[in-house]
């Protein structure tokens, strides 16, 4: 059973910075890819960003390219999401799962989600 528990979020002017964190448990997070997700109310949860288990490798979203960065340390089981440039449009729920996928289908875990509000 993996748990995921997501900080971080919170109330940001547009242009601002934020990182959210998502703290799994286990022994074996350094196994997992992580991603993270965002939903928007009255729409579906879409793809932000995603990075192996080593870090080696990363995926990003079209629209947060450039102004977001996920990353990583395995040693407190933890992944990063540095959230820059910020616009109203960002605003979201933010969720990370487990697994390494541009599609949400391919997750299996998932955290209970943090919200992130941009005001413009």
């Known amino acids: 059973q993996v748990q995921l528990v997501e900080s971080g979020g919170g109330l940001v002017q547009a242009g601002g910075s934020l990182r959210l964190s998502c703290a799994a448990s286990g022994p074996t997070f350094i196994r997992y890819s992580m991603g993270w997700f965002r939903q928007a109310p009255g729409e579906e949860r879409m793809f932000v960003a995603a990075?192996?288990?080593?870090?080696?490798?990363?995926l990003y979203a079209n629209s947060v390219k450039g102004r977001f960065t996920i990353s990583r340390d395995n040693a407190k089981n933890t992944v990063y999401l540095q959230m820059n440039s910020l616009k109203p449009e960002d605003t979201a729920v933010y969720y990370c799962?487990?697994?390494?996928?541009?599609?949400?289908?391919?997750?299996?875990?998932w955290g209970q989600g943090t919200q992130v509000t941009v005001s413009s």
């Open positions: 799962a487990k697994g390494f996928s541009r599609s949400s289908l391919e997750y299996d875990y």
């Open positions: 990075i192996t288990a080593t870090g080696e490798n990363t």
